[in-house]
């Protein structure tokens, strides 16, 4: 069963083939066996799941359900779990009862998904490797040498390693699309505002995105219909209709214009990952696609720009964590300042430290100017820039990442190195634009994801360009050797 | 721009975020590193660009003056570190 896409674990279950019950008690297995080895999993709500698998059985007896009911999936333990710890891998949270559920996390479950548990990640999203996480990091199931990538690291060893069909992430600089590619799953970051904020940590407000994470565009695209729409309570909610993701599969790509940014096949990718992505290209091409190569000029100052507004926005965001209303508190505070300043100390670790020290800076007095704004103009450009090669093309292709995944503590004492990792993916959040990754091929063990950034809510389409390319290749269908 | 420890004390304490004075010269050497990253914008000519503050052009919208959230005090104070009758407790703010 752990094989199964979640459309063939939805017919399984419709099917009478196994009940939801049986679906779950497998996947738990199969958590219990791996987990260990992977570190994918932070918190294994086994119990909840149950129940909740039964009752979506017993929802099924009494008549007809919907396309997740029984599926079982994880979340990020970025999303708040009503009565389940919620740590966004972090040790200020570590002990952390969420209150309530994230608007994502009630909207799966009023679809019938049942929650596995809780995946790990980098400590507030912060990170492409999953290092930063409190509770050490996940490990790649295609070699346990590698980082699975990060921050939604633990969401995609999960589903690489078969330990759940689909599983949540979000994405801020490219935590969904970065580690999708480096464990060989899909996964989709929508437009900003697609998917509800309400109850998801927040990292930096005007970049993060939640989306769905699984081996299929097909499966991404049954997960996205559950979790997008309209919420009052996310102020960037935009209210407007969510499309039917699956039904837009199927339509070909005859005449589909690609376009290939020259700027993200230049110096700093790697010449495998470049003959792989080539390879991909030429697969589009065979399926009726016409390549046309575009420019996105300012791309290389998605990094610079980004490393002032996510600090900026996580320093403001990060200052409720004051160990007074929840989370850890230092011990025997001599007064508040020392309660705040010891709490923040011991509860966050170097690179969130490293952030918040970071946007402090660059919203301070007399040097805000020269960091913040000239940040927020050098969106703008590149915005801009996005803005006219959607005038040509219908959706821009490159790769996800400029290197496969590399090996656990390789980067982790180099902040810079380990940021140029998302060199491919920042400028999509800072647009605003919808970004999916999908396995396309292997350097030696490890996979390769290919990029597709498509424009505003042009999220069917990127799923529609996605699937059909998984029809005609078996990539997303391999498994990695010891978790088969 | 080059920070150095006493810098980032300082910046430290506009975060209230205690860094201990061992860790402090690679915090300097590391927010050094990130500035000079970002510094790399400063190439690029943006005079009259309007900043872009957020990806989508929408106006905030505004919801009814009318109570929407029940009290949940003692729902949500159940996980707070040290509470008593109702109120979060801190250090002694007033002498």
Known sequence: MHDKTIAQLGAGLAAGEFSGEELVRAFLERIARHNPQLNAFITITAESALTQARAADQHRQRGAVGPLAGVPIAHKDIFCTNGVRTSCGSRILDRFIAPYDATVVEKLNAAGAVVLGKTNMDEFAMGSSNETSFYGPARNPWDLKAVPGGSSGGSAAAVAARLTPGATGTDTGGSIRQPAALCGVTGIKPTYGRVSRWGMIAYASSLDQGGPMARTAEDCAL?????????????????????????????????????????????????????????????????????????LPNSQLAI???????????????????????????????????????????????????????????????????????????????????RRAFERVDVIAGPTSPTVAFNLGEKVDDPITMYLSDIYTIAVNLAGLPGLSLPVGFVGQRPVGLQLIGNYFAEDRLLNVAHRYQQVTDWHRRAPAAFA | MSLGPAEVAKIAHLARLAIRDEDAPAYARNLSAILELVEQMNAVDTTGVVPM???????????????????????????????????????????
Do not use: W
């Open chain 1, 223 to 295: 997960l996205l219909g559950a979790m997008a729409g309209f919420d009052p309570r996310d102020s960037t909610s935009v209210d407007r209709p969510v499309p039917d993701y699956v039904a837009a599969l199927d339509r070909p790509l005859d005449g589909l214009k690609i376009g290939l940014p020259k700027e993200y096949f230049g110096e700093g990718l790697d010449g495998e990952v470049a003959r792989v992505v080539e390879a991909a290209i030429a697969e589009y091409r065979r399926l009726g696609a016409n390549i046309i190569e575009v420019s």
């Open chain 1, 304 to 386: 610079p720009a980004y490393y002032v507004i996510a600090p900026a926005e996580c320093s403001s965001n990060l200052a409720r964590f004051d160990g007074v209303r929840y989370g850890h508190r230092c011990e025997n505070p001599k007064d508040l300042l020392d309660l705040y300043t010891r709490s923040r100390g011991e509860g966050f670790g170097a690179e969130v430290k490293r952030r918040i020290l970071v946007g402090t800076f660059a919203l301070s007095a007399g040097y805000y100017d020269a960091y913040y704004l000239k940040a927020q103009q050098i969106r703008r450009l590149i915005s801009d820039d996005f």
């Open chain 2, 53 to 95: 503050a957020h990806p989508l052009d929408m106006a905030q919208r505004l919801r009814a003056d009318e109570v929407g959230e029940p009290n949940q005090r003692e729902h949500f104070q159940a996980i707070a570190p040290r509470t008593e009758a109702g109120l979060y407790l801190v250090p002694k703010v007033i002498e």
